[in-house]
């Protein structure tokens, strides 16, 4: 069946510091790829997403490009700042529909001044 | 346009007691689905309506749990009797009947706890 792995957490940084958060997944056919985050209080918003291979996802700066040679979608943002602070789930779905979502486990990051 | 509402937001119950989570799905969404996540484990899939219908509840781990999406609107998620690794929270999300690129769009989850 489909599977999601993602690096543990917590990551802590500093601002401004390079995150790499990373995401490989097992699946059948071409799934599409996804980062969702949880801000602390707030419920999960898409990030980016990717549906086929060498696409990147990009939005508010972060970064993921669906590798399908090394099955998977790392996450990456070149300068974080205090409000990226947050858990960051990888995701897939069979289509490019909003279909049923598999999800990792969650990567919390926490930047500091 | 209100997003995804989930009510309520927390509930701390006995183990043994019925509770009742509802979601409401954003205006016009005929896609809902329901999602756990347990003592900070991966997200996990519970089921899905499209409309009134369940369309896939593959995820639904026993008996003790009834999803019902009457009229087609809101969805109520109850668990009786509710057990101890049962707590976690539930997340419902909802999207439009479109055939590509659709995003779902999530509520802020009801975190149980079961004691």
């Known amino acids: 069946g489909n599977s999601v792995t993602q690096m543990e957490g917590p990551v802590t940084l500093s601002e401004e510091a390079f995150l790499t958060i990373n995401c490989t997944y097992t699946a059948t056919g071409y799934p599409s790829l996804f980062w969702y985050v949880q801000y602390p209080g707030e419920g999960l918003q898409l990030l980016l997403k990717?549906?086929?291979?060498?696409d990147k996802g990009s939005n508010k700066g972060f970064e993921a490009t669906y590798r399908k040679e090394t099955t998977s979608f790392h996450l990456e943002k070149g300068s974080v700042q205090v409000s990226d602070s947050a858990v960051y789930f990888c995701?897939?779905?069979?289509?490019?529909?909003?279909?049923?979502?598999?999800f990792g486990t969650g990567t919390r990051l926490q930047v500091t001044l | 346009e209100a997003g995804v509402t989930q009510f309520p937001s927390h509930s701390v119950i006995e183990k043994g007691q019925t509770v009742t989570l509802r979601c409401d799905p954003i205006s016009g969404h005929d896609n809902l689905y329901w999602y756990r996540r347990v003592m900070g484990k991966e997200i996990k899939f519970l089921l899905h309506f499209v409309k009134e219908s369940k369309q896939d509840e593959s995820g639904m781990p026993n008996n003790r749990f009834l999803a019902e999406r009457t009229g087609g609107t809101y969805s109520t998620l109850k668990v009786q009797p509710a057990e101890l690794e049962d707590s976690g929270v539930y997340f419902c999300?909802?999207?439009?009947?479109?055939?590509?690129?659709?995003?779902?769009?999530f509520g802020q989850g009801t975190r149980l706890t079961v004691v």
């Open positions: 995701a897939l779905s069979r289509s490019g529909t909003a279909s049923k979502l598999t």
């Open positions: 990717a549906t086929k291979a060498d």
């Open positions: 999300a909802s999207s439009p009947l479109q055939s590509r690129n659709t995003e779902a769009f």
